[in-house]
C-alpha cells in the first residue's frame, strides 16, 4: 500500500480556504485516493474520494494532478467546525483482501475565529 | 449513505476481566470488517481484519489470542479484549467497506469508537 505524507499541521482562520496536500509518491495504477475527517473520541468520516483530476462533493473538493502522486483537499469557507484531524489513505478500490487501510499520521487543522 | 454502529461507546473494566466490543453494519452486509486502536493524540492502527465465516487476519504484533475476533454473520464482528490490563486502555474503532454512490469503487465506513478503559 502507497505511503503517504502529510503536513502535521495547519491554522486558519474562519471563511477562509484551505488546502491540505497529501504526498503519495507509490500510488499504484488501481489505487484510489481517499480523505477522512476524525473529531477526538469519534470514528473517522468519510469526505471524499477521488482517482483523477478533480472530484467536488457539497463539503470539499480533490485535486489529483496527472501524476496522481499528490492529492490537495480543499476546504471552502471553513468554520470552527471544520477543527479536526485529515488523513489523506491511498488503497485499492476495495476488493478482496485489499481492502485494509493504513492511517497514516494526518494534519491537526486548528480553525481559529 | 452506510451506517456502522459499535456497542458498548465506552466500558471501564478491571484488570484481568475480558470485555466484548460488537460492530455491526447497520443497512448494508459486510463479509469484512477492520478493527483498529487509536492510542491519544495518535493516529488510527490496524489490529486485524475480520472475516465472515473464517478466521481473521491479524497485524504484525497484535497478539491473536488477547485480542479475539468473531465474524459470525454479514452484519456483526465482535472483538473480545482477553484478560485486559491497563495499557490495553484505548479507543477501539471498526470499519466496513460499502459500495460507493456510483458504484464505481468502495468507501470504508467507521464506527463511532470505543473507549476501553482498563483499571
Known amino acids: 500500500l502507497a505511503k503517504t505524507t502529510q503536513p502535521i499541521s495547519m491554522d486558519s482562520y474562519e471563511g477562509q480556504e484551505v488546502n491540505i496536500t497529501c504526498s503519495h509518491n507509490?500510488?499504484?495504477?488501481?489505487?484510489?485516493i481517499t480523505w477522512y475527517q476524525q473529531f477526538p473520541s469519534q470514528g473517522p468520516r468519510f469526505i471524499i474520494q477521488?482517482?483523477?483530476t478533480k472530484v467536488t462533493n457539497e463539503v470539499a473538493s480533490l485535486f489529483i494532478p496527472a501524476d496522481r502522486k499528490s492529492s490537495t483537499l480543499s476546504l471552502p469557507r471553513v468554520s470552527l467546525s471544520d477543527t479536526a484531524v485529515y488523513y489523506c489513505?491511498?488503497?485499492?478500490?476495495?476488493?478482496?483482501?485489499?481492502?485494509?487501510?493504513?492511517f497514516g499520521k494526518g494534519t491537526k487543522l486548528s480553525v481559529k475565529p | 449513505g452506510a451506517v456502522v454502529s459499535q456497542h458498548p461507546s465506552w466500558v471501564i473494566c478491571k484488570s484481568g476481566t475480558s470485555v466484548k466490543i460488537e460492530c455491526r453494519s447497520l443497512?448494508?452486509?459486510?463479509?469484512?470488517m477492520f478493527w483498529y486502536r487509536q492510542f491519544p493524540k495518535q493516529s488510527l492502527m490496524l489490529m486485524a481484519t475480520?472475516?465472515?465465516?473464517?478466521?481473521?487476519?491479524?497485524e504484525q504484533g497484535v497478539e491473536k489470542d488477547k485480542f479475539l475476533i468473531n465474524h459470525a454473520s454479514l452484519t456483526l464482528s465482535t472483538l473480545t479484549v482477553t484478560s485486559a490490563h491497563p495499557e490495553d486502555s484505548s479507543f477501539y474503532i471498526c470499519?466496513?467497506?460499502?459500495?460507493?454512490?456510483?458504484?464505481?469503487?468502495?468507501?470504508?465506513?467507521f464506527g463511532p469508537g470505543t473507549r476501553l478503559t482498563v483499571t
Open positions: 470499519s466496513a467497506p460499502s459500495r460507493s454512490f456510483r458504484g464505481e469503487s468502495y468507501e470504508q465506513y
Open positions: 507509490n500510488i499504484a495504477t488501481n489505487d484510489y
Open positions: 477521488g482517482y483523477k
Open positions: 489513505l491511498v488503497g485499492v478500490s476495495y476488493g478482496g483482501s485489499q481492502g485494509n487501510l493504513i
Open positions: 443497512d448494508f452486509q459486510a463479509t469484512t
Open positions: 475480520s472475516n465472515e465465516g473464517s478466521k481473521a487476519t491479524y
